[in-house]
Structure formats: C-alpha cells, structure tokens
C-alpha cells in the first residue's frame, strides 16, 4: 500500500512562488508515472503536470512555463515548483502515483493566491 504526504501548500501573494513535496512511502523505483492534481472550490479535480519513472514530464497549457515538475527516486519526493502563481490557482493539491496498476492518492495541502 503506498501512501502519499502532501506538503508545502500555503498562502501567498499573487505572482510568489511555492513548492509543494509530495513524500512516498516506499521505493519510487517500482512507482510508474506520479502527477499533480489540484481542485478548486466547486470544480473537478484536474491534471496539472505529471512524471514518468524517467522523468519525462507533462505540463498542462495552463501552468507550463510557470510550473516544473521533478521526482527525486533518492529520496522518495515528487516536487511541484509553482512561479508566477495567480489568484486561479487556489485550490486544493493532490499527489498521485500509479503502482501496480492502481492509482495512489494524497490528502492534499491546500494552496491560496491572493491578489
């Protein structure tokens, strides 16, 4: 059973930046593709960026260019650099792992931009 912690999330001003962590609870070795996902107040929880076990990653039109994902197999992390954050991406954050064919998730740490 793998087990995700978020952490990082926070508040802060519109055009800061935050990193959240997502911490894994086993060897990332065996864990396919991880992913950040996030949900606003009242929206589905939608993709942000993802990673493959080589570090491919996929950023989605919304965030790229502001956003970077990485994954650390060392120390079992998963990163999420946001720069350049906007009121719009408040909302609440997810970490997800696929091993073994099933989906893992986080609780989530919430992130809020204020202008």
């Known amino acids: 059973q793998v087990q995700l912690v978020e952490s990082g999330g926070g508040s802060v001003q519109a055009g800061g930046s935050l990193r959240l962590s997502c911490a894994v609870s086993?060897?990332?070795?065996?864990?396919?593709?991880m992913a950040w996902y996030r949900q606003a107040p009242g929206m589905q929880r939608q993709l942000v960026a993802s990673?493959?076990?080589?570090?491919?990653?996929n950023i989605v039109d919304y965030v790229r260019g502001r956003f970077t994902v990485s994954r650390d197999t060392g120390k079992n992390t998963m990163d999420l650099h946001m720069n350049s954050l906007r009121v719009d991406d408040s909302g609440i954050y997810y970490c997800?792992?696929?091993?073994?064919?099933?989906?893992?998730w986080g609780q989530g740490t919430q992130v809020t931009v204020s202008s």
């Open positions: 990673i493959t076990r080589s570090s491919r990653t």
């Open positions: 086993e060897s990332m070795i065996e864990i396919g593709i």
């Open positions: 997800k792992a696929i091993s073994g064919k099933k989906d893992y």
